[in-house]
């Protein structure tokens, strides 16, 4: 748990009392490649942090067609849940669903609010992390404003272990091109650079 601990700490100081009620709370689960941690049509009720693994987030269109939207792994986006579910307690739209056996830390949206209301600390970091995830969302927005090509090169050169342990195929959806269209991507960047992080296959 005290790896949790230093990650949260880098974002909002907790106190030791607070910490101490919180890390009581939190539950361990293990989900296996294709499993679902939130599933669309039902409420999320719990936020989790990964410990370790990749998932893919994903709504499906009205054709039935999957759109990826993010992926939650330790480097980033390390907080699972469907938040605009888990807030307003409305159904979820998003399905968080294993790309690889995974293990998360987690704690329900009751006993969250409780430490809300008396621990000051706690509440502070969930509004530091919202701050955080709403930023990442506004990035994401900005990168799909560019073409492709650099939406693939900033892809590949800052996250790396990305696209080295998710399939081709989910991060030509994530791009929201065909798969076709990523291999020639590869193949003009490799050709200019002599370098380039494959997506696994």
């Not at 936020?47 to 994903?58: D, Q, V």
């Not at 006993?111 to 600390?121: G, I, N, R, T």
């Not at 799909?144 to 998710?166: C, G, W």
Request: proline share 2%; aromatic share 12%; charged share 30%.
């Amino acid at each position: 748990m005290e790896e949790i601990r230093k990650y949260l700490s880098l974002h909002s100081k907790i106190t030791d009392n607070a910490w101490a009620e919180l890390s009581s709370l939190l539950k361990e689960e293990e989900i296996n490649k294709k499993d679902f941690f939130v599933k669309a049509g039902k409420v999320c009720s719990k936020i989790g942090f990964l410990k370790s693994g990749f998932l893919r987030a994903y709504y499906c269109d009205e054709k039935r067609k999957e759109k990826t939207v993010y992926f939650n792994f330790l480097a980033r986006n390390p907080f699972v849940s469907d938040f605009e579910s888990f807030i307003s307690e409305n159904k979820s739209r998003l399905n968080v669903q294993a790309i690889t056996k995974c293990r998360i830390i987690f704690i329900d949206r009751r006993a969250l609010y409780k430490l809300y209301e008396s621990h000051p600390s706690i509440e502070r970091l969930g509004r530091v992390l919202a701050e955080r995830h709403y930023l990442d969302a506004l990035d994401r927005i900005r990168n799909f404003k560019t073409e492709a090509t650099n939406r693939y090169k900033i892809l590949s050169e800052k996250y790396p272990e990305l696209v080295h342990n998710i399939p081709s195929n989910m991060i030509a959806n994530y791009l929201d091109i065909t798969e076709t269209s990523l291999s020639r991507i590869k193949r003009d960047i490799y050709t200019s650079s002599k370098k380039l992080p494959y997506g696994k296959k």
